[in-house]
Structure formats: structure tokens, C-alpha cells
């Protein structure tokens, strides 16, 4: 059995996982807008991949009795003034959701919650990887610059990280 305290705190958690993949939804939307094939693919994986993570702890609050509540989303923003601010977004929003994570696990310490800090460490790796993945498009970004064609030579290489990250999930998967 959960506590209220805990379940309500892992309900929030429900709702920014459900946030960042409305977000990143909003943001394939608008790199499909601007040509950018490559990166609109990666944030709909991406999407899915916090839709899954929001998932997991609906069904977690369910496995331990209690009550995991569909959250209300708020509009994420629709336009970005450059790719690079948008994955700027994406690698603030993901520390947001460490950082949230973290606070998880404070509250499980607290109250000797055993169980849920168990579940919670999946995500902590998963936030490492997810930071990671995003300041390698980051330094990426800012390797290849601001230049008229950079917006090509940005996408190629988003669609090459999405390759290798469904790559090695197949791998894991296997």
C-alpha cells in the first residue's frame, strides 16, 4: 500500500511526464512544419518514449493500491525561434524531470518507502541517458553552427542519433 503523500507526489510526476510528451509532440509538429524530417521523427519517438515513462508509474500506482489519476495537459508551445532553442527546451525540460525524480526519491527515503524507491531507480538511469542524448545534439549543434545550411546538416544528424537510439532499444529489447 502506498502513501497519500507519495501517491500524489508520483500523480504529479504522471502529469509532467504527460507534459513532456504533448511537448515534444508540439515540437515534431512544428520541425515537420519547417523541413526538418530527421528531428520530427526524433521528438515523436521521443514523445512516445515519455508517454511509456508516464505510463509506468499510472500502472505502478495501480500495482501498489492506489490511484493514478489521467492528468489535465497544458498547451505546450507551437513555435520555436530555432532548432536550437527548441533542444534547449528538450534538454531544460529533461532536467526538470531529473530534478523531479530526485524529489521522488527524497520522499521515498522520508517515508520509508522501499518499494516505489526500487521502481524509481529505472528512471534515474533513464534521466542520465536522456540528458546525455540531448547535450550530444546540443554540442552537435553548435559544431555545425548557425550557417544557411546548417539547418540540413543538423537534421542528418538527428536522424543518425534517432537511428542509433532505436538501434540499440531493439538491442536491449532482444
Known sequence: MISKKMEKALNAQIELEAYASSLY???????DRIG????ATFMHRQSEEERSHMMRIFHYISDVDGTAITPAIKQPPLEYPSIQDMFTTVYTHEQKVTASIHKLLDLC??????????????????????EALMRTILDKIKIIGTGAQSLYFIDKEVAAINK???????????
Not at 25 to 31: E, P, Q, T, Y
Not at 111 to 125: G, S, V
Open 25 to 31: 509532440l508540439a515540437m515534431a509538429s512544428w520541425c
Open 36 to 39: 526538418m524530417g530527421g528531428s
Open 109 to 130: 527515503n522520508e517515508e520509508d518507502d522501499y518499494t516505489t524507491h526500487n521502481f524509481l531507480q529505472w528512471y534515474i538511469t533513464e534521466q542520465r541517458e536522456e
Open 164 to 174: 542509433q537510439a532505436e538501434a540499440a532499444e531493439a538491442a536491449e529489447q532482444a
